[in-house]
């Protein structure tokens, strides 16, 4: 019995084909306003041979068919919103409620609230560490008066300007 193997899926590494590009797609589609020309539209997205940019197409493509064979089966954004909205309403529990709703601030982003992200520490440890960093920098900022001696001019340098003032007072008069 032969085994069937999955296909393999870079995630990290130096092969990016299979990897979602989504910033180079979007850098792509902008940059076919301005050119048609393959190897411009290289330069423009940065990538590094004229493959990787039809590929990045193929994957553009692919996610445009995707998405209309979804609409067309019915499975839009409203559609799948409303439904997890009658879900978390019609729920007997509280804490699938929560669920419903934790699914929702994860899915925009807003699930955790990382502490690592203000220094490891408390919002209140981060609030004054930015106020004293804050006092530090207007204290060097501070300019401190001071009284500036010039240097005495030497007797053969002073008669030497004196000369020369002499002499070309009357060229720009």
Excluded: C
Excluded at 14 to 21: E, G, T
Excluded at 55 to 75: F, N, Q, V
Excluded at 117 to 124: D, F, K, M
Aim: charged residues 35%; hydrophobic residues 35%; neutral net charge.
């Amino acid at each position: 019995m032969e085994k069937k193997l999955k296909p393999v899926v870079f995630v990290q590494g130096n092969y990016a084909y299979n990897k979602q590009n989504t910033a180079q797609q979007v850098m792509l589609l902008n940059a076919l306003k301005i050119t048609q020309d393959p190897k411009k539209l290289k330069e423009l997205i940065g990538v590094r041979t004229v493959a990787e940019v039809y590929r990045t197409l193929d994957k553009i493509a692919m996610r445009k068919e995707y998405h209309s064979a979804l609409a067309s089966k019915g499975l839009t954004f409203e559609y799948i919103v409303k439904n997890i909205k009658e879900v978390i309403d019609s729920a007997d529990k509280d804490s699938d409620r929560l669920k419903g709703l934790s699914m929702i601030l994860k899915s925009i982003g807003l699930d955790k609230y990382d502490e690592s992200a203000i220094g490891g520490g408390s919002w209140e440890d981060a609030l004054l560490e930015i106020k004293n960093k804050r006092i530090e920098e207007d204290n060097i900022r501070e300019v401190k008066e001071y009284d500036v001696v010039a240097p005495e001019m030497p007797e053969n340098v002073r008669i030497a300007k004196e000369i020369e003032n002499k002499e070309t007072k009357g060229l720009y008069e």
